[in-house]
């Protein structure tokens, strides 16, 4: 933690990239045997959980590279393990992948090299989440909302308001929800504090989620100290909220939207629903370790990834949207009316993670830095 407290710090004294642009991979040559990738969890599937369900055999047929893969279920694990080294390729989310650029634990990608870079939706492609000087980090992957869960037998309508998990009520059962709901165990889920107090609390003044003056980070610290008294369990595994969601009672909670496919398809009584606050979210890129030792397969698996097969497979899985908008029509997984289920039209109503720095536009450059989130949410959780 001490290790990870200092990396933060140093990207926050600082997100400076100038002249920061390493070699980009020139040629591709044969491909090394293996490629090593951090991901989420059901972000790369080889059948094993149900055999519909595989991107990766037909891969490791046709290219030789075997795929090993290490699940991670939070931005900050994720950065840890590239820190560490070892891994070729990470499926980064927003609020990890500039601390990756910045601490120089990823390469610039040759797009030349990815004959589908030119199908990504042009909302994605240079995203400034990966995108630095004009200089591409990674390749989009997947991205999708954080959406409020439920259980229907509680809940007979859905939820409007995120209230009913930060706020101390009864729930429409007559019961509490103390100690049924679950929060995020990450510090970006203060940006979900901040998106709650954007709406009830506009006096603030709070123009961006993660762009936190002090008085505006302190009273989403206030709001989150509320609702540790009421949160049972902070997760950040998904199967152990489905667990959870199951057999512990939790009947409301922020998550994503494969914890309620898998809820769904086991066919318990859950829902989600889109807030009247609105949502926080996530886009993701694959990004290439600085000093990867299998490029060629790494390269190899980037234009595989875009592939509008894989890419409907994996939102059809996750309960995602592709970055390839020609998978959302005749992916027999995701189905034609897929796209418009998951979200694809919400695009613009979603304020997608990204690290918090201290120079931010909408406050001056004012803002509370990343380090910080993470000291205090540590705290917050620990009941401080």
């Known amino acids: 933690m001490n290790a990870f407290l200092k990396s933060c710090t140093a990207l926050t004294i600082a997100l400076t990239f100038s002249g920061q642009a390493m070699a980009q991979v020139k040629e591709l040559g044969k491909g090394e045997g293996e490629v090593n990738i951090v991901a989420w969890p059901g972000y790369i599937e080889r059948g094993e959980t149900d055999k519909g369900y595989d991107w990766v055999t037909a891969f490791e047929k046709e290219s030789g590279c075997k795929v090993n893969v290490k699940t991670a279920n939070?931005?900050?694990?994720?950065?840890?393990?590239?820190?560490e080294g070892g891994f070729d390729l990470v499926?980064?989310?927003?609020?990890?992948?500039?601390r990756l650029v910045a601490g120089k634990r990823v390469q610039p990608i040759n797009t030349d090299l990815i004959p589908s870079w030119k199908t990504v939706d042009d909302r994605l492609k240079d995203a400034p989440w990966f995108t630095v000087d004009k200089v591409h980090y990674g390749v989009p992957y997947q991205w999708g909302p954080n959406i409020l869960m439920y259980n229907t037998e509680v809940f007979k309508e859905a939820p409007k308001s995120w209230n009913v998990v930060f706020e101390e009520m009864k729930l429409p059962d007559g019961k509490s929800n103390k100690g049924r709901v679950q929060a995020y165990d990450g510090p970006i889920h203060i940006a979900d504090a901040a998106n709650y107090l954007m709406f009830h609390k506009p006096e603030l003044g709070i123009k961006d989620p993660y762009e936190l003056n002090e008085d505006q980070y302190k009273a989403a610290l206030e709001l989150l100290r509320t609702q540790r008294t009421l949160v049972g369990r902070y997760w950040h595994d998904a199967a152990i909220q489905v667990d959870d969601f199951q057999n512990e009672g939790v009947v409301a909670s922020g998550s994503w939207p494969y914890q309620v496919n898998t809820l769904v398809a086991a066919k318990?009584?859950?829902?989600?629903?889109?807030p009247e606050e609105g949502v926080t979210g996530w886009a993701d890129t694959t990004m290439m370790e600085a000093d990867a030792a299998h490029p060629n397969c790494a390269y190899m698996w980037l234009e595989h990834s875009l592939s509008p097969k894989v890419q409907g497979d994996v939102s059809a899985w996750f309960g995602s949207l592709p970055v390839v908008p020609a998978a959302c029509k005749g992916n027999e997984l995701l189905t034609d009316e897929g796209c418009k289920t998951n979200g694809y039209d919400n695009f613009d109503k979603i304020k997608f993670w990204k690290t918090p720095v201290t120079k931010c536009a909408s406050q001056n450059d004012q803002c509370v830095p990343y380090y910080r989130w993470v000291s205090d949410y540590i705290g917050v959780i620990g009941g401080r």
């Open 268 to 274: 318990k009584p859950v829902a989600s629903t889109v």
């Open 91 to 98: 499926t980064a989310s927003g609020d990890a992948s500039l």
């Open 74 to 83: 939070t931005s900050d694990e994720m950065v840890s393990l590239m820190n």
